[in-house]
């Protein structure tokens, strides 16, 4: 079996996605990242905080492009050891 790519996003790096405009999200070619609500809001509450999160880790290319974008160097690509 063939070894994937792993992409770690560093939450404590991220200033958060709507922040620096989901810059990582819409720059992903094959759409692996997305954001999501950090907590389920009260009800009535509105969703305050948001973080980036992978959501199909197993298509990644290691193209490098959420990294590039990302101002914060919250976000890295490694490829698999041989």
């Known amino acids: 079996m063939q ?27 094959y759409n692996l990242l997305a954001y999501t609500q950090k907590r389920i809001p009260n009800l009535g509450e509105e969703p305050k905080e948001f973080k980036i999160i992978v959501a199909f880790p197993i298509l990644c290319n290691n193209c490098g492009r959420c990294v590039e974008v990302c101002p914060d160097k919250a976000i890295e690509v490694s490829a698999p050891k041989p």
């Open 3 to 29: 070894s994937r790519n792993k992409i770690k996003i560093k939450q404590k790096l991220c200033r958060g996605p709507l922040e620096c405009g989901i810059r990582c999200v819409k720059s992903c070619p």
